[in-house]
């Protein structure tokens, strides 16, 4: 039975005895404890420090990684101790209990500090509304229920029974005390204040909690200007409040060019996008900075076989990767003069109407969410005819600007793009793809 004393003999006095601790226990608890004393406020301290100093994903995930490794390492050391002190085969004082449970609570919940780089500021309040709150809960649980090592004494009011010779009554409940079963050297605390304090507790969590979900807006107003910018770029909500401030044209430009740098590796949120694209309309982006976002542009190529025999036929296509730009504002467009083959001047599948860079992804086409048809991509059937090399090319006009400059290109006789206004960013690619096609008898050889 838990609890019971083996020293208690029926007829004789119950004996005066050492509360029942297990020392090593004990002593790895507030082993953990100090350390959690020590990791919580480091880890705390670096976490911030890199969400708004490197408030990148990498850096994010990082910082979480190395927080749980910790954390787990030292459950790891002292697991087993850890599982036979919940098991309750040995209590330990009632304060160094709610220390260690504080403290693994704690560890818990400063891992998620680094999402503050998404979530914001609100986080804060949430995680500390949360654990605040579970330990005022807890504190009103064990005002109820918890125990601690101590004198034997009455299972069911836990007044000390020291002296007294079995059977007996209890002098405070009255209980018939029969046998050793009915007594307990763990009594239940006795803290009148501990309930209250849970119930204060839980008032503050309450609070913590609002604040995060409701008026989370009042953390930002009181947010030093550096500290809130650099929230701004990962964060919606603190960069809504950053730009309703009247800022310099240096402050702007800042501004500009770290979304920009934020967005060539990472994704934008929507004020952010919005913002960028306001600026962009406005002609407020310099050269170099729409440079700077246009470097997401990837390689395009002119995608088919290298090898084919004589009376095959195949599909050539224009083909590139998803393209990295901050939102529809930034919208990139491209001319495709048409497929050169050999020595013939004839163009195939060429347009001057624009087409839409984002449909040169192959994936698009594999899932089928997108019309494999000429409007979204260019692409031809060739026949080989003759043994030989074949050197397919193209001439490709990427462009950002605004659709009404788009209505305006036409190719020359030249071949080059001309657009009446001159665009926002253009550039000219020069694609080439050989194919080598074999006799019929040698690629049968071959094969």
Request: overall charge negative; proline content about 6%; some cysteine.
């Amino acid at each position: 039975m838990k609890y019971v004393h083996p020293d208690i003999v029926v007829g004789e006095a119950i004996p005066e005895i050492e509360p029942r601790i297990d020392a090593q226990v004990l002593a790895i608890v507030r082993k953990f404890v100090r350390l959690g004393y020590v990791f919580i406020p480091i880890y705390v301290v670096i976490a911030i420090g890199f969400v708004f100093i490197h408030p990148s994903i990498f850096v994010l995930i990082g910082t979480m990684l190395v927080g749980l490794s910790i954390w787990v390492a030292l459950f790891v050391r002292y697991r087993e101790s850890l599982k036979k002190m919940k098991k309750d085969e040995w209590c330990i004082p009632f304060v160094d209990g709610m220390k260690y449970r504080a403290v693994s609570a704690g560890i818990g919940i400063s891992l998620l500090l680094p999402m503050m780089t998404d979530i914001g500021l609100s986080l804060i309040p949430l995680m500390g509304g949360v654990w605040i709150l579970s330990s005022g809960f807890a504190l009103i649980a064990v005002s109820r229920r918890g125990r601690q090592p101590g004198q034997i004494s009455c299972d069911a009011c836990s007044y000390p029974l020291v002296g007294l010779v079995l059977p007996c009554m209890c002098p405070e409940c009255g209980v018939s005390v029969l046998e050793a079963q009915y007594t307990t050297y763990c009594p239940r605390i006795d803290f009148p204040w501990l309930s209250k304090f849970g119930v204060l507790l839980v008032f503050f969590g309450g609070m913590g909690l609002y604040f995060g979900f409701v008026r989370s807006d009042i953390l930002y107003d009181v947010l030093p200007s550096p500290a809130l910018k650099a929230m701004a770029i990962t964060n919606d909500e603190a960069f809504e409040r950053y730009t309703q401030n009247p800022m310099s044209a240096e402050e702007s430009n800042e501004l500009t060019e770290s979304l920009i740098k934020w967005g060539q590796s990472n994704w934008l949120g929507s004020p952010q996008r919005d913002w960028l694209g306001g600026r962009k309309v406005a002609g407020k982006l310099t050269e170099d900075q729409i440079e700077a976002i246009m470097e997401g542009v990837p390689p395009i190529l002119i995608a088919g076989p290298t090898v084919m025999r004589v009376g095959d036929e195949t599909e050539i296509s224009l083909e590139s990767t998803e393209l990295n730009t901050p939102g529809s504002s930034f919208a990139v467009f491209y001319f495709f003069r048409g497929f050169e083959l050999g020595e013939d001047s004839t163009l195939y599948s060429g347009s001057k109407e624009y087409r839409w860079w984002k449909y040169l992804h192959e994936d698009l086409y594999r899932s089928g969410s997108v019309a494999d048809d000429p409007s979204n991509r260019p692409f031809y059937l060739i026949k080989a005819e003759h043994p030989g090399e074949v050197v397919v090319r193209g001439r490709v006009v990427v462009v950002l600007t605004d659709i009404k400059d788009l209505l305006t290109f036409v190719w020359d006789e030249d071949g080059e793009g001309v657009f009446k206004n001159k665009p926002l960013w253009v550039r000219t690619i020069d694609l080439n793809h050989t194919i080598v096609i074999e006799s019929a008898s040698e690629g049968g050889e071959g094969g």
